[in-house]
């Protein structure tokens, strides 16, 4: 899926003219003080050639602010500057855009830089200095036009935010397909979705390796549940574990093996494995609970997990070879399951049941600080995005039986529905940024 890209950075982010009021404005703006900041994103300057790139990188880059969370962005039919105005850099009126409230402007030019690639020139303008703060250049051929609009709009997260925004990665899910469940992957705002698997079975339970090339999945095809990988490039399909045995959870550990749980009987237990399906290490062994759903700190030396083993399922911590478990999840809920442990290590994100459905929660690692982020509806399977800042999981909506994903930020604001299909969509999981 990451193929390498004829995609040029060809100059350096440059700040013009720093202005200490406006540093301080967007990190008012940024850190929660309820304000959303203003920015227009208008149709694209072209230069003596014809391209789609004049409508759809604004609209791509609208889409990506909008879903943010960050921004408000200007309606484009209140715009009263002619669209597509060729003015990227200078010698427009910047009252045009001040009078509407706007403070950040995003404006480009593109032209040809033969062979038939496209030159693209992106500029984000701070209306109230009237001057360019941001300005980046792009050679690329006309089929990679939304990269070009991920590229810019994570330049314009890290220029506000200090943070590179995660425009360009995607979401794995299982969605119904009749009476089976397949797996699938979409952009994070719910575009571009694709099915990649034909199992006619169960495909569930999808994690990312960490460049984001292979998905670990479990696959009930050969009537028994087992391991697989799935190879987004060639689309080659592996099986890792071939066994009697329920084994689901599978994610990458931090050192390039797998940790998940394996069910014989009565009893689950957690245990690594390699690449190739050789046990490692059984962590949990013989405790007589139900151990599933692990999950690595960025570390690798701690691990959230679910354990029933003080009478029914809750969020628990351990050392990564299994010792030292301790209970976390206190939230007066009496089954709390599906921990999910932030990039940045200082939070997990876990579901409990309570009065009102499942709900979201996070926590420190050490049991401090929970707080809940969704209080309607039925809402499951966390998973963090990678730069910590986002949550995608599956929800109800409080409306029907049919779950849809939905994604919200960490501390439970800006919540938007990204996938809305009419059989059902689950267990999401967030990969990384393509470099």
């Not at 038939?116 to 990679?144: C, S, W």
């Not at 990564?320 to 009496?334: K, L, P, T």
Request: aromatic share 10%; hydrophobic share 35%; glycine share 10%.
């Amino acid at each position: 899926m990451y193929k390498c890209l004829n995609l040029i950075l060809l100059i350096f982010v440059f700040v013009l003219t720093p202005c200490n009021n406006i540093n301080a404005q967007t990190r008012l703006s940024v850190d929660g003080a309820g304000r959303l900041y203003p920015i227009a994103v208008p149709q694209l300057c072209l230069e003596g050639i014809d391209s789609e790139a004049r409508k759809s990188i604004p609209e791509k880059i609208t889409r990506n602010l909008d879903i943010s969370g960050y921004f408000q962005v200007l309606n484009s039919n209140m715009y009263i500057e002619s669209p597509g105005k060729c003015s990227a850099q200078d010698g427009f009126a910047y009252s045009d855009w001040s009078v509407l409230g706007v403070e950040g402007l995003v404006k480009g030019i593109v032209t040809s830089a033969g062979g038939g690639n496209l030159r693209i020139q992106m500029f984000l303008h701070d209306v109230q200095v009237k001057k360019v703060v941001l300005g980046k250049e792009y050679t690329a051929d006309p089929g990679q036009l939304n990269k070009i609009a991920d590229k810019f709009s994570n330049e314009i997260m890290k220029f506000f935010t200090g943070i590179e925004g995660i425009f360009g990665s995607q979401i794995s899910y299982s969605s119904k397909v009749g009476r089976f469940k397949e797996l699938f992957v979409a952009n994070i705002d719910g575009t571009d979705v694709r099915q990649l698997t034909n199992d006619r079975g169960l495909a569930v339970s999808s994690s990312w390796n960490r460049n984001g090339r292979e998905l670990l999945y479990t696959s009930y095809k050969r009537r028994i549940p087992n391991i697989f990988s799935f190879d987004l490039n060639s689309k080659r399909v592996r099986q890792i574990t071939n066994d009697s045995m329920l084994q689901v959870g599978a994610r990458t550990t931090p050192d390039g093996n797998i940790v998940l749980s394996r069910t014989a009987g009565k009893e689950s237990d957690i245990v690594t494995i390699s690449s190739s399906g050789t046990v490692l290490r059984n962590l949990t062994k013989n405790n007589g609970a139900i151990d599933v759903s692990p999950s690595f700190s960025p570390r690798g030396d701690k691990i959230a997990f679910v354990s029933n083993r003080a009478g029914s399922p809750q969020v628990y911590v351990m050392n990564s070879d299994g010792s030292g478990a301790d209970r976390i999840s206190f939230v007066n809920s009496n089954y709390c399951t599906s921990p999910d442990w932030s990039p940045q290590g200082d939070l997990i994100v876990f579901v409990c049941r309570g009065d009102r459905g499942f709900q979201l929660y996070t926590i420190n690692p050490n049991g401090g600080n929970a707080r809940q982020l969704t209080s309607r509806g039925k809402n499951e399977d966390p998973s963090w995005s990678p730069d910590g800042r986002y949550i995608v999981f599956s929800s109800n909506f409080g409306k029907s039986s049919i779950y849809n994903l939905a994604i919200i930020r960490k501390d439970g604001s800006n919540m938007k529905q990204i996938s809305f299909g009419r059989s059902g969509d689950f267990d999401p999981s967030w990969g990384p940024v393509p470099k």
